[in-house]
């Protein structure tokens, strides 16, 4: 028996793999109408849709056999990922040199013909294989061939779906916080704006108080007032800086924000 080579992809190829969480996952019925229509239209007893991870191959869908992964090292869908534009096809198991000594062919589940091809990502990524699986010698016609071509495309869209279905979840997810995050800055935001605009309604009032202050404490109140609206500005500044943005960041550490908008106070 001949193992499976590694694919020169496999780093990234397993990187996406992970990224749809669908290992060790139960069935799901658009997949076993699609495993049951590929054996139906191929003529044979056994169809799956096998996703090769990094040490075993798990079935998303099994029809005639019940069986949920084996390891990566006996997977014949193992073989057909290093032909991603390709129908990977051993008519008869029994007399190839790669697997007439394999243990799936000398002994139970008897496989002597194996047809698959692979599940493309739009990344590249070759994630599995849709196969069909006899147990006597067999061939595929070129209608056959083309009907197992058009069910792993749809078997691919159903994946590259779940996928953007994740990440959607995963961005709704991060604009909730995103929101939560806005909406306790604004409170921030008034409630610091309010201070400085207190201190010069304040202070204004006290220099046009009817009985006005010596040209000592004019001069200081005047430097207050100044240094609240500079206060005022450096606040207002930022938030429109931040909100003029192109590239907004995807936390928002209010913080570090509050800590850009502070100015160094001077001595009165």
């Given at each position: 028996?001949?193992c499976?080579?590694?694919?020169?992809?496999?780093?990234?190829?397993?990187?996406?793999?992970?990224?749809?969480?669908?290992?060790?996952?139960?069935?799901?019925?658009?997949?076993?109408?699609?495993?049951?229509?590929?054996?139906?239209?191929?003529?044979?007893?056994?169809?799956?849709?096998?996703?090769?991870?990094?040490?075993?191959?798990?079935?998303?869908?099994?029809?005639?056999?019940?069986?949920k992964?084996?390891?990566?090292?006996?997977a014949?869908?193992?073989?057909?990922?290093?032909?991603?534009?390709?129908?990977?096809?051993?008519?008869?198991?029994?007399?190839?040199?790669?697997?007439?000594?394999?243990?799936?062919?000398?002994?139970?589940?008897?496989?002597?013909?194996?047809?698959?091809?692979?599940?493309?990502?739009?990344?590249?990524?070759?994630?599995?294989?849709?196969?069909?699986?006899d147990?006597?010698p067999?061939?595929?016609?070129?209608?056959?061939?083309?009907?197992?071509?058009?069910?792993?495309?749809?078997?691919?869209?159903?994946?590259?779906?779940?996928?953007n279905?994740l990440?959607?979840?995963?961005?709704?997810?991060?604009l909730?916080?995103?929101?939560?995050?806005?909406?306790?800055?604004?409170?921030?935001?008034?409630?610091?704006?309010?201070?400085?605009?207190?201190?010069?309604?304040?202070?204004?009032?006290?220099l046009?108080?009817?009985?006005?202050?010596?040209?000592?404490?004019?001069?200081?109140?005047?430097?207050?007032?100044?240094?609240?609206?500079?206060?005022?500005?450096?606040?207002?500044?930022?938030?429109?800086?931040?909100?003029?943005s192109?590239?907004?960041?995807?936390?928002?550490?209010?913080?570090?924000?509050?800590?850009?908008?502070?100015?160094?106070?001077?001595?009165?």
């Amino acid at each position: 028996m001949i193992c499976p080579s590694i694919p020169s992809n496999e780093n990234s190829r397993l990187r996406e793999l992970l990224s749809l969480e669908i290992l060790n996952t139960n069935p799901e019925d658009e997949y076993d109408k699609i495993t049951e229509l590929a054996s139906h239209i191929c003529g044979v007893p056994i169809s799956l849709i096998s996703l090769i991870g990094k040490d075993r191959q798990f079935f998303k869908s099994t029809y005639g056999i019940n069986a949920k992964e084996t390891p990566r090292d006996l997977a014949f869908c193992a073989h057909t990922i290093n032909y991603p534009t390709e129908i990977f096809e051993v008519p008869n198991a029994s007399i190839d040199y790669r697997f007439h000594d394999h243990p799936m062919v000398t002994g139970k589940p008897n496989f002597i013909f194996y047809a698959g091809i692979p599940l493309v990502s739009l990344q590249g990524h070759a994630l599995g294989s849709l196969c069909v699986i006899d147990h006597k010698p067999n061939k595929l016609d070129e209608f056959q061939k083309k009907a197992l071509k058009t069910l792993s495309f749809q078997v691919s869209k159903s994946l590259e779906l779940r996928k953007n279905k994740l990440e959607l979840e995963i961005r709704k997810e991060k604009l909730k916080e995103r929101k939560f995050t806005l909406t306790e800055l604004a409170h921030l935001i008034s409630h610091d704006l309010k201070s400085p605009i207190n201190n010069i309604i304040g202070l204004s009032e006290v220099l046009y108080d009817s009985d006005p202050p010596s040209p000592e404490l004019s001069r200081k109140l005047s430097k207050l007032i100044s240094l609240s609206a500079y206060k005022l500005k450096d606040l207002i500044d930022a938030v429109l800086t931040y909100a003029a943005s192109e590239n907004l960041p995807e936390e928002i550490h209010i913080g570090t924000f509050y800590q850009n908008t502070k100015r160094p106070q001077s001595k009165l």
